[in-house]
T-cell receptor, first 113, second 117 residues
Framework: AQSVTQLGSHVSVSEGALVLLKCNYS??????LFWYVQYPNQGLQLLLK??????LVKGINGFEAEFKKSETSFHLTKPSAHMSDAAEYFC???????????FGAGTTVTVRA | GAVVSQHPSRVICKSGTSVKIECRSL??????MFWYRQFPKQSLMLMAT?????????EQGVEKDKFLINHASLTLSTLTVTSAHPEDSSFYIC?????????????FGPGTRLTVL
């Protein structure tokens, strides 16, 4: 079964600063990879996904992630943080032959004015 | 994009009662739906995979008789928490897979906050 590790349970950035959230997966075969965002008491919204196409994936709200097979990583970045980016972020992985998603522990992002 | 709804969004019940939560795919037919449980400040834990017209597949450690799942149509799956107790209080989230999509993407409902008194 796939597993995913998110480094850092909490990230604090200043408004306008770079946001970097780290995600590593365990698999010898490139899986499907996802980043989701969750606001308090809400469901999950997809930010972006990697499905074996371009390794640099652009998502909504200015986020992007790069798939690096050699590092088994799929880190999420945003060049300039906005106050509205404060939320919980989850990295998820899925085998290509299995519809289940395995989620990381999540990273809480706070944005300082 | 694909939309998934959940009802109710919040429910408070007495210990020993049963609670039903509905999950609907609004603009697509979902042959597969998933039910998750999320405790405060924690990640999502997959409880079961719901397949239309067949029995749900439960994850290890999830009580089948406690959490009844029915996927009677291509747009509706229900989770019934039977004889609920305070330890069942949690945030329950459903998701649905759009078979038209690529890459196993799941679309999530807004969640249901269950509080058992």
């Amino acid at each position: 079964a796939q597993s995913v590790t998110q480094l850092g349970s909490h990230v604090s950035v200043s408004e306008g600063a770079l946001v970097l959230l780290k995600c590593n997966y365990s698999s010898s075969v490139p899986p499907y990879l996802f980043w989701y965002v969750q606001y308090p008491n809400q469901g999950l919204q997809l930010l972006l996904k990697y499905t074996s196409a371009a390794t640099l994936v652009k998502g909504i709200n200015g986020f992007e992630a790069e798939f690096k097979k050699s590092e088994t990583s799929f880190h999420l970045t945003k060049p300039s943080a906005h106050m509205s980016d404060a939320a919980e972020y989850f990295c998820a992985v899925s085998d290509q032959g299995d519809y289940k998603l395995s989620f990381g522990a999540g990273t809480t992002v706070t944005v300082r004015a | 994009g694909a939309v998934v709804s959940q009802h109710p969004s919040r429910v408070i019940c007495k210990s020993g009662t049963s609670v039903k939560i509905e999950c609907r795919s609004l603009d697509f037919q979902a042959t597969t739906m998933f039910w998750y449980r999320q405790f405060p400040k924690q990640s999502l834990m997959l409880m079961a995979t719901s397949n239309e017209g067949s029995k749900a597949t439960y994850e290890q450690g999830v009580e089948k008789d406690k959490f009844l799942i029915n996927h009677a149509s291509l747009t509706l799956s229900t989770l019934t928490v039977t004889s609920a107790h305070p330890e069942d209080s949690s945030f329950y989230i459903c998701s649905a897979r759009d078979p038209r999509g690529r890459g196993n993407e799941q679309f999530f409902g807004p969640g249901t906050r269950l509080t058992v008194l």
